[in-house]
């Protein structure tokens, strides 16, 4: 695949970026940089700061130092809100879905930050906003098309099972019309079938939606396979980065995940 | 919706309001036309209070107090300004609703702004003390009548408006709930981390909330004030905030129809037993066991009698038959004890007695409460009426 | 502003503000171990308090300080008395705890938290009402000042007068003693006292002026000295309390009991895999809590002699509530520092002459400081883990 630096734009470009809890510097001056229509992994033992990473980048917590800067501009410490507006949508480790809402109100949500029709509208149910409504419905229907979720669009999403809920973060990530999605260990859980379907979703994700995709996974034959760039973390530090062989190969990595088949 | 049901359901209202207007102000009592105001005010105060508890999630416990400001400052204001001759008197009430729901908004701006920081329980208590606070202020304010009462607001009693202001509310908070802008006050609710990382304005969605459901509690309290032309700090007190909570709970959190329902029933229930005649103290022992016996039975039964529809509720009739009938017996065994037989017990001090024991009650049986998380919908009458058979709570 | 307090005072006012906060922090003490193991603000336990005040009003009726017995039977209290209602107090309270948790909270355990809530108002309502249908209520019993068979008040010399003033007060007080004498013998020879004599007049002026001097210098000598008068009820309620607390501390610090208490406020469900019996953690917290509070019940009733109504609870128990609250809910030492707190800032209010803002202050302090700490004083606002 392209070498870091192609001709592609960067969406993503972590600087530095460091934040420390207390005494604790969880993550500590990470660099990396993503171009347009990467297909990105972060990977790294259990507590090396990935999910610490995704947090800085969407707003969560405020850098203490270094710098995040999205198409250019400066994120670091924006309210998530702000962030996923400019463009930045996530799915979250342990699945954060609206529970008591059915599947397809849980991506209307992550829609509705492109409705234009204003709350006042709403609340005097002016045709402007039923036509919103009805709009953001059928696109929630076609995305829970694309990560085959059609037949449970009703159901509420705290009964879905696992997999069904994984697959509905993503679709809600999507609704939000951003151009980079960062997916937090997306294929935890899933069986091998569902795995393969998964790996699909993210390709069509990248390939026919065009977004540019970070991800974290544990699973590194799920990684190897799908991402094209792959930077690893441990202990809150970057220990490698570059295409996967050049990851397998890397003797830090192999240390840092002690002798685990890479 | 099209053309012509959007009109209709206007022509409805206004009819309504027109009907309840003519019928109720034409031939009914004053007192019964009292308590068809109270209850629609007491509408208007769940159905706002739900906007915020049920429907974004925001614990608070102190409603009341916004039902006061309102109150308090359109009733001060007309005291002051209003001249009979200057405008017709229901444009003056309409005028003076707003002024009331404006400043109720203004104090849930005040009172939504800690709510962005604090959750759950510390937000119900900052919520309790801002309507301990302002009580506290109007007792020691003289200009506001201290503990006693501020009297002599004009007297412009008018029922339609009542009840369209509880049908504007019905109708505002089924129509965010009917559009994707109601999805995110939802979503607030269910998780507040993951609706801000999808973009959600968090802060927006929970001070918009404060600032609605003050909104219409503070217009309430006009019409409340206009209507009893005399109002004292305690018509604003606590229990009342808990009243209105349990409306809330009680209808299922989050349920308008659910929240409307309660609001009518807790309402009429205790002014239904202020008039029960006295009952001796035996009988009231008597139903208190029988009725202890009852939910007992019925709570084992909810919990683990899971058989077919028809079973159970052949069970549930079974165990309320059962001790109906324990009653009347233990009735009649228990007057043959003198001292009890002897002591009487009226309504008026039974009532909240009863009130509080049915909270409980319907807490036990069914804590998701009565309509839980459902809507009336004209669908769910319709298959109601088609099935053959249909069962209360199928639809769930 | 500062000019019209009196600051003398001042001293007085914080040792009763400090009895009136010890009385908060024993029920404050109760919300917050039902909140830290059970996430539920247990609203009914202002009328756990009211009713242990009903005990310990029952029990002195059962010693005989019903006001009708002791119109016939004069008596004066003994500390044993005092021993038994507290302890009948604590007992009857922890009993009404258990039986309110086994049937109206722990069924709803499994419920949202906002059912248990509303059966907790419930329950409360229930007490007040049905409470008042039994219960004597009009007029408002209260507890014979009788039973107490401490003084009202002791005064504590904390410094004593200048001596050179404190010898001049005496001097003039023998002064007086002598001039009162002459009068005294000079009345006796006279005809009537409203009658006298030139010589008699003499002297009886001569007696006046000794007085006032007296008075004067007996003033100025106090003044320099400084005295404390404290209502013995106040101190004796401090001291329980702290009896009360140290003995709460070893249970939850130092015994197995505290510690499974401990481990199942700090983690419900994972306590009850451990092999910890949740159940009767549950139950020996509400003892505990509803314990404390009976203490507190028939300490405020005895030594601060508000008359009993059904609602005795509600306004002390929504106080001792947002003192949980402002300590931080969950935390003990929170529910103590929260209560003493506000106890003190009440009476300083009033002290401060604006009495009449005593029942908003709490809220105020409370709103205030949540602004700043938003889990309250001594509590850590949890961060959500994401």
Redesign the interface.
């Known amino acids: 695949m392209s070498a870091p630096g192609s001709d592609r734009p960067v969406v993503l470009q972590l600087t530095d970026a460091t934040i420390k809890f207390g005494g604790l510097t969880a993550v500590n001056q990470v660099s990396f940089e993503l171009f347009q229509g990467d297909l990105f992994g972060l990977i790294g033992p259990n507590g090396a700061g990935k999910?610490t990473c995704f947090?800085l980048i969407?707003g969560?917590y405020r850098p203490t130092s270094g710098k995040i800067a999205y198409q250019g501009n400066s994120i670091g410490g924006l309210?998530?809100?702000k962030i996923?507006?400019l463009g930045i949508?996530?799915t979250?480790q342990?699945i954060?879905?609206?529970?008591?809402?059915s599947a397809i109100?849980n991506v209307?949500?992550?829609?509705?930050?492109r409705?234009p029709?204003s709350?006042l509208s709403?609340?005097?149910?002016f045709p402007r906003?039923?036509h919103?409504?009805a709009r953001?419905r059928e696109q929630a229907r076609e995305l829970l098309r694309i990560v085959n979720l059609e037949d449970v669009a009703e159901v509420r999403s705290r009964d879905l099972p696992y997999g069904k809920q994984r697959r509905l973060e993503i679709a809600?990530?999507m609704?939000?019309g951003c151009n980079l999605i960062l997916l937090d260990e997306p294929a935890a859980g899933m069986n091998p079938f569902e795995k393969e379907d998964l790996v699909k979703v993210v390709r069509r994700i990248r390939d026919e939606y065009q977004k540019t995709v970070l991800l974290i996974e544990h699973d590194m034959k799920f990684v190897m396979n799908l991402c094209e760039r792959i930077v690893v973390l441990d202990h809150g530090e970057e220990i490698a980065q570059g295409p996967p062989e050049a990851i397998r190969n890397n003797p830090k990595v192999i240390e840092a995940y002690l002798g685990e088949a890479v | 919706m099209n053309l012509p049901i959007r009109l209709g359901s206007f022509l409805a209202a206004a009819l309504f309001c027109w009907g309840i207007q003519t019928w109720a102000m034409g031939s009914l009592p004053f007192n019964l036309q009292r308590l068809i105001a109270l209850a629609g005010l007491y509408v208007v105060l769940a159905v706002s209070l739900n906007l915020i508890n049920g429907i974004t999630g925001q614990f608070s416990i102190g409603h009341a107090a916004f039902y006061q400001v309102g109150a308090y400052l359109a009733g001060y204001f007309s005291i002051h300004n209003f001249n009979p001759q200057g405008m017709p008197p229901w444009l003056w009430l309409i005028l003076m609703m707003i002024l009331g729901a404006l400043g109720a908004s203004l104090a849930g701006l005040v009172v939504g702004l800690p709510s962005l920081r604090l959750r759950g329980d510390y937000l119900a208590i900052v919520t309790l003390g801002f309507g301990e606070i302002i009580r506290i202020f109007v007792q020691n304010t003289k200009e506001l009548g201290g503990s006693y009462a501020l009297d002599k607001i004009p007297k412009i009693q008018s029922l339609w408006l009542i009840w369209g202001l509880a049908i504007v509310c019905i109708a505002v908070c089924r129509n965010l709930l009917k559009t994707a802008h109601g999805l995110s006050f939802l979503a607030v609710r269910e998780d507040e981390v993951a609706s801000s990382a999808m973009g959600v304005n968090v802060t927006k969605v929970k001070v918009m909330a404060f600032v609605l459901g003050s909104g219409f509690a503070g217009a309430a309290g006009a019409l409340l004030a206009h209507w009893e032309t005399s109002i004292t700090p305690q018509t604003f007190s606590m229990d009342v905030s808990f009243i209105i909570l349990t409306m809330v709970v009680l209808g299922g959190t989050g349920s308008i129809t659910g929240s409307v329902l309660a609001a009518l029933v807790l309402f009429y229930l205790p002014e239904y037993l202020r008039n029960v005649s006295a009952i001796s103290g035996s009988t009231l022992v008597a139903v208190t066991l029988s009725v202890i016996t009852a939910v007992a039975v019925m709570k084992r039964l909810v919990d683990h009698y899971h058989r077919p529809m028809k079973q159970r509720v052949i069970a549930y009739l079974a165990t309320i038959v059962g001790s109906a009938i324990l009653g009347v017996v233990l009735n009649i065994a228990f007057r043959g004890v003198e001292s009890l037989a002897k002591a009487s017990f009226t309504g008026d001090k039974l009532r909240l007695v009863i009130f509080a024991t049915t909270l409980i009650i319907l807490m036990l049986l069914r804590p998701q409460g009565i309509f839980a998380h459902h809507e009336f919908s004209w669908d769910w009458v319709r298959r109601l009426f088609r099935r053959p058979a249909p069962t209360p709570g199928a639809t769930s | 502003m500062w000019a019209g307090l009196d600051w003398g005072q001042l001293p007085q006012q914080l040792i009763f503000g400090l009895g009136i906060g010890a009385i908060y922090a024993l029920i404050a003490l109760g919300y917050t171990m039902v909140y830290g193991v059970l996430r539920l603000i247990n609203f009914a336990h202002g009328e756990v308090f009211m009713l242990g005040a009903y005990t310990a009003l029952f029990t002195s009726w059962w010693f005989g300080f019903r006001p009708e017995d002791l119109l016939k039977t004069p008596q004066q209290g003994t500390i044993l008395i005092l021993l038994i209602m507290i302890l009948a107090s604590m007992v009857f309270c922890a009993l009404i705890g258990v039986i309110i948790e086994r049937f109206a909270y722990r069924p709803m355990r499994n419920q949202p938290r906002i059912a248990s809530l509303i059966t907790a108002i419930g329950v409360s309502l229930l007490l007040q009402y049905g409470g008042a249908l039994i219960l004597p209520n009009s007029p408002p019993p209260a507890i014979s000042s009788k039973v107490s068979p401490f003084a009202d008040q002791i005064t504590l010399q904390i410094r004593p007068p200048d001596a050179a003033l404190a010898q001049a007060a005496e001097e003039k007080k023998k002064e007086f003693e002598v001039a009162n004498t002459a009068f005294e013998k000079q009345l006796a020879s006279e005809k009537s006292r409203f009658d006298l004599s030139p010589a008699g007049k003499e002297l009886r002026d001569a007696r006046l002026e000794a007085e006032r001097e007296n008075k004067k210098a007996q003033d100025a000598a106090l003044a320099s000295g400084y005295k404390l008068i404290v209502p013995s009820g106040q101190l004796i309620m401090l001291l329980t309390t702290v009896i009360l607390m140290t003995m709460l501390y070893f249970l939850v610090m130092k015994t197995k009991t505290g510690r499974a208490m401990r481990a199942v406020s700090h983690d419900f469900d994972s306590a009850g895999l451990m092999g910890i019996n949740v159940n009767s953690i549950v139950t020996i917290t509400f003892v505990i809590g509803s314990a404390l509070a009976g203490a507190g019940a028939m300490m405020n009733a005895t030594f601060v002699g508000t008359p009993l109504t059904t609602f005795y609870g509600v306004q002390l128990g929504v106080k001792a509530f947002v003192a949980a609250v402002l300590g931080g809910i969950g935390n003990i030492p929170g529910a103590v520092l929260g209560g003493i707190l506000m106890g003190v800032a009440e009476t300083l209010v009033v002290w401060a002459g604006y009495s009449q803002y005593k029942d908003a202050i709490a809220f105020l302090i409370l709103i205030l400081v949540l602004l700043v700490r938003p889990g309250g004083l001594l509590g850590s606002a949890k961060v959500e883990k994401v």
Not at chain 1, 96 to 101: K, M, N, Q, S, V
Not at chain 1, 108 to 113: P, S, Y
Request: hydrophobic share 45%; charged share 15%; proline share 5%.
């Open positions: 999910t947090n969407t969560v309210p998530p809100n996923c507006k949508a996530r979250f342990n954060r879905l609206f529970g008591a809402l109100e209307m949500v992550g829609g509705h930050l409705d029709s709350l709403a609340l005097s149910y906003a039923i919103e409504t953001l809600r990530a609704a939000t």
